[in-house]
């Protein structure tokens, strides 16, 4: 037989394979659409999130089911879409393709490739609705999730499983913690999911070319719902970031979630349900805004060894109006999330930055996943800055005051300064140790609080030069005495 | 609320006419148009009618069947299938060169499409 023969008889037999015939499908049509949202009637065992596919191929999303009609959003182009067209019901329920080849992509809220990569070949879908794991299948959070921000890991930390909210004004670096929380984690076996919903395109591919530059790429994700795509999609994207996070959850490996940022999907929530003529509620927002949010980040979990012992830490992020954290949706997230990461624009434009407000930061549950030596100096760090805070307001006066209040105000202000980060600089747990012992201890307090920051530099390359072995040991947890002795001397080896 | 559509007003006209006739229907009927007009509805006439339609031979227990073919349908496949949908069925044929080939059955809200162009699309999605 010759090659041309062999190609036709192989077409021939992948055409003979496919099923022919034709199945019974149950159809509606549609009576009104407009502004992302199309109205039917038939479709009389339509189920709720089932997916709906329009005459010119679009899909929809059934939402509400009512006495006679149907209501969807839809997902794509809606404009070929008109009064009188047929609408059929595929019997499915809205999923996304999930699997090992999302890693080092970018897909939009339905799970494909939007980064010209060619397509993504899964063999896995999952629902994009999924009930959060059972109290049974739970552990409660007891692994660190170092995010190698010192001000985050030394006095807020977060545990794998945990959902920690990043919470601020708009321009107070938010988005750059959770950037800086996906550079840490490489060699940490992390997998990262990003979710951007409703970013400036342009946003996007910036953080995409920083993650690829630092090689974080190789272990994350990221989906992007843009601003100029319907609300729908901005809706559905941290679902669709969850579901691809929970096939790896499922494997056993720990994933880090970002949600930058949930406010605008309570605004695409709230765009679609008044289209669908929900009833409104406060600010306009339906009433299951707090349910959009809670089953969401419900779906975060540190799952105990039978099922695996993987995890999903969440970091929401809500961006607040002129620092109302008392709007409605700031509230909510804050009740759902075990803690909150609270940015101040005040902070950051005083040079403060990451421009954390160490007194409204809070983490409910991360305390006990800190390996022992952070817990050790983290409690004198966090001392010394509440003295400060007190005494903050006299620090103008220093000349009045007695010997040591002026101390413990020089002392706040160098810890102040040495929590201060560059962006895209995160630093590992063991140097993050080291510095705020040496703080901590006083043996940065004949140093100018201009000159902190380089004579922690100095001090870290010193320790990574001469004393790796003990830097590794800290890493490990080890706090004996004869560790902290070490700690000791080297801090006094540097400060000569 | 929202406003009543066209299915709700078929099914309204339906259960107010009912088993009615001659003076008793014609008042029913007005009775009818007084509320479309109040509802400002007039203007929705021809779908309400064909809502009441598709209503009506529901209850009734008629099969509303369109048979849309390529070329003009042979009277004997068209019986065939009228039959598998029971006595009672109303039968509209119609032709529509798009579907390339086969044959696409509606009744109701259930359809059966065996056209060739329903197959070859099917065909470019699993391929």
Same mark, same amino acid.
């Given at each position: 037989?010759?090659?041309?023969?062999?190609?036709?008889?192989?077409?021939?037999?992948?055409? %003979? @394979?496919?099923?022919?015939? #034709?199945?019974?499908? *149950?159809?509606? /049509? &549609?009576?009104?659409?407009?502004? $992302?949202?199309? =109205?039917?009637?038939?479709?009389?065992?339509?189920?709720?999130?089932?997916?709906?596919?329009?005459? %010119? @191929?679009?899909?929809?999303? #059934?939402?509400?089911? *009512?006495?006679? /009609? &149907?209501?969807?959003?839809?997902? $794509?182009?809606? =404009?070929?879409?008109?009064?009188?067209?047929?609408?059929?019901?595929?019997?499915?329920?809205?999923?996304?393709?999930?699997?090992?080849?999302?890693?080092?992509?970018?897909?939009?809220?339905?799970?494909?490739?939007?980064? $010209?990569?060619?397509?993504?070949?899964?063999?896995?879908?999952?629902?994009?609705?999924?009930?959060?794991?059972?109290?049974?299948?739970?552990?409660?959070?007891?692994?660190?999730?170092?995010?190698?921000?010192?001000?985050?890991?030394?006095?807020?930390?977060?545990?794998?499983?945990?959902?920690?909210?990043?919470?601020?004004?708009?321009?107070?670096?938010?988005?750059?913690?959770?950037?800086?929380?996906?550079?840490?984690?490489?060699?940490?076996?992390?997998?990262?999911?990003?979710?951007?919903?409703?970013?400036?395109?342009?946003?996007?591919?910036?953080?995409?070319?920083?993650?690829?530059?630092?090689?974080?790429?190789?272990?994350?994700?990221?989906?992007?719902?843009?601003?100029?795509?319907?609300?729908?999609?901005?809706?559905?994207?941290?679902?669709?970031?969850?579901?691809?996070?929970?096939?790896?959850?499922?494997?056993?490996?720990?994933?880090?979630?970002?949600?930058?940022?949930?406010?605008?999907?309570?605004?695409?929530?709230?765009?679609?349900?008044?289209?669908?003529?929900?009833?409104?509620?406060?600010?306009?927002?339906?009433?299951?805004?707090?349910?959009?949010?809670?089953?969401?980040?419900?779906?975060?979990?540190?799952?105990?060894?039978?099922?695996?012992?993987?995890?999903?830490?969440?970091?929401?992020?809500?961006?607040?109006?002129?620092?109302?954290?008392?709007?409605?949706?700031?509230?909510?997230?804050?009740?759902?999330?075990?803690?909150?990461?609270?940015?101040?624009?005040?902070?950051?434009?005083?040079?403060?930055?990451?421009?954390?407000?160490?007194?409204?930061?809070?983490?409910?549950?991360?305390?006990?996943?800190?390996?022992?030596?952070?817990?050790?100096?983290?409690?004198?760090?966090?001392?010394?800055?509440?003295?400060?805070?007190?005494?903050?307001?006299?620090?103008?006066?220093?000349?009045?005051?007695?010997?040591?209040?002026?101390?413990?105000?020089?002392?706040?202000?160098?810890?102040?300064?040495?929590?201060?980060?560059?962006?895209?600089?995160?630093?590992?747990?063991?140097?993050?140790?080291?510095?705020?012992?040496?703080?901590?201890?006083?043996?940065?307090?004949?140093?100018?609080?201009?000159?902190?920051?380089?004579?922690?530099?100095?001090?870290?390359?010193?320790?990574?030069?001469?004393?790796?072995?003990?830097?590794?040991?800290?890493?490990?947890?080890?706090?004996?005495?004869?560790?902290?002795?070490?700690?000791?001397?080297?801090?006094?080896?540097?400060?000569? | 609320?929202?406003?009543?559509?066209?299915?709700?007003?078929?099914?309204?006209?339906?259960?107010?006419?009912?088993?009615?006739?001659?003076?008793?229907?014609?008042?029913?009927?007005?009775?009818?148009?007084?509320?479309?007009?109040?509802?400002?509805?007039?203007?929705?006439?021809?779908?309400?009618?064909?809502?009441?339609?598709?209503?009506?031979?529901?209850?009734?227990?008629?099969?509303?069947?369109?048979?849309?073919?390529?070329?003009?349908?042979?009277?004997?496949?068209?019986?065939?299938?009228?039959?598998?949908?029971?006595?009672?069925?109303?039968?509209?044929?119609?032709?529509?060169?798009?579907?390339?080939?086969?044959?696409?059955?509606?009744?109701?809200?259930?359809?059966?499409?065996?056209?060739?162009?329903?197959?070859?699309?099917?065909?470019?999605?699993?391929?």
């Amino acid at each position: 037989m010759s090659y041309t023969d062999q190609v036709i008889a192989s077409l021939k037999k992948n055409i %003979d @394979g496919f099923k022919k015939g #034709a199945d019974v499908t *149950e159809v509606g /049509t &549609v009576i009104e659409v407009g502004d $992302g949202i199309a =109205r039917m009637i038939g479709l009389e065992a339509c189920q709720a999130q089932e997916m709906l596919e329009f005459e %010119d @191929g679009t899909m929809g999303l #059934a939402l509400n089911l *009512e006495e006679e /009609t &149907v209501g969807a959003i839809i997902l $794509g182009e809606s =404009r070929q879409i008109k009064e009188g067209d047929t609408v059929k019901r595929t019997g499915k329920i809205m999923s996304i393709p999930v699997g090992e080849g999302m890693v080092g992509r970018v897909v939009n809220a339905l799970g494909k490739s939007i980064d $010209g990569k060619g397509e993504i070949k899964t063999k896995e879908t999952y629902p994009i609705e999924r009930v959060a794991p059972g109290v049974m299948t739970r552990e409660p959070v007891n692994r660190p999730m170092q995010t190698g921000i010192k001000a985050i890991d030394a006095l807020i930390p977060i545990g794998r499983g945990q959902r920690e909210l990043i919470i601020g004004d708009r321009q107070t670096g938010k988005t750059a913690v959770a950037i800086d929380a996906i550079l840490n984690q490489k060699g940490q076996d992390m997998i990262c999911v990003y979710v951007a919903i409703g970013q400036k395109e342009s946003k996007v591919a910036r953080i995409v070319a920083k993650l690829q530059e630092a090689g974080a790429m190789e272990y994350t994700t990221v989906v992007s719902a843009g601003a100029s795509e319907p609300a729908p999609m901005s809706y559905l994207a941290p679902y669709a970031g969850v579901t691809i996070a929970e096939y790896f959850a499922d494997k056993g490996k720990d994933v880090l979630v970002i949600y930058d940022d949930l406010t605008k999907q309570a605004w695409a929530y709230r765009e679609m349900s008044l289209l669908l003529r929900r009833p409104p509620g406060r600010e306009a927002y339906p009433g299951d805004v707090f349910y959009l949010h809670s089953r969401l980040l419900e779906r975060a979990c540190n799952l105990n060894e039978k099922y695996g012992g993987g995890s999903i830490t969440a970091l929401p992020i809500i961006e607040t109006q002129g620092g109302d954290i008392s709007a409605y949706v700031p509230t909510n997230v804050i009740s759902i999330t075990d803690g909150q990461i609270f940015l101040q624009s005040d902070l950051f434009n005083r040079g403060i930055r990451p421009a954390l407000n160490v007194g409204l930061s809070v983490s409910r549950v991360g305390g006990s996943a800190q390996i022992k030596p952070m817990k050790k100096v983290a409690g004198t760090l966090r001392l010394d800055l509440a003295q400060f805070r007190e005494l903050e307001a006299f620090a103008q006066f220093s000349s009045d005051l007695d010997s040591e209040t002026k101390k413990q105000i020089e002392r706040g202000q160098r810890m102040t300064e040495l929590l201060k980060q560059p962006q895209y600089a995160p630093l590992p747990v063991e140097e993050q140790v080291l510095s705020i012992f040496a703080a901590g201890k006083g043996y940065m307090d004949d140093v100018p609080v201009s000159d902190i920051s380089e004579a922690e530099q100095k001090l870290i390359t010193f320790a990574k030069k001469s004393k790796g072995k003990l830097l590794q040991k800290i890493a490990k947890g080890d706090w004996s005495e004869e560790t902290v002795a070490e700690i000791k001397e080297t801090c006094e080896q540097y400060s000569k | 609320m929202p406003a009543l559509i066209p299915e709700q007003l078929g099914k309204i006209l339906y259960e107010v006419t009912e088993g009615k006739s001659g003076k008793e229907l014609d008042a029913a009927t007005k009775e009818f148009m007084h509320l479309l007009q109040e509802k400002q509805l007039i203007s929705k006439m021809p779908y309400i009618i064909e809502a009441f339609d598709r209503y009506s031979k529901k209850q009734q227990g008629i099969v509303d069947l369109k048979i849309t073919t390529a070329r003009k349908a042979p009277k004997q496949l068209v019986s065939q299938i009228e039959k598998i949908f029971g006595d009672k069925v109303e039968t509209t044929v119609a032709e529509d060169s798009a579907i390339i080939g086969g044959v696409v059955a509606q009744a109701g809200n259930k359809i059966l499409d065996a056209s060739v162009k329903a197959q070859l699309s099917r065909m470019k999605h699993t391929l």
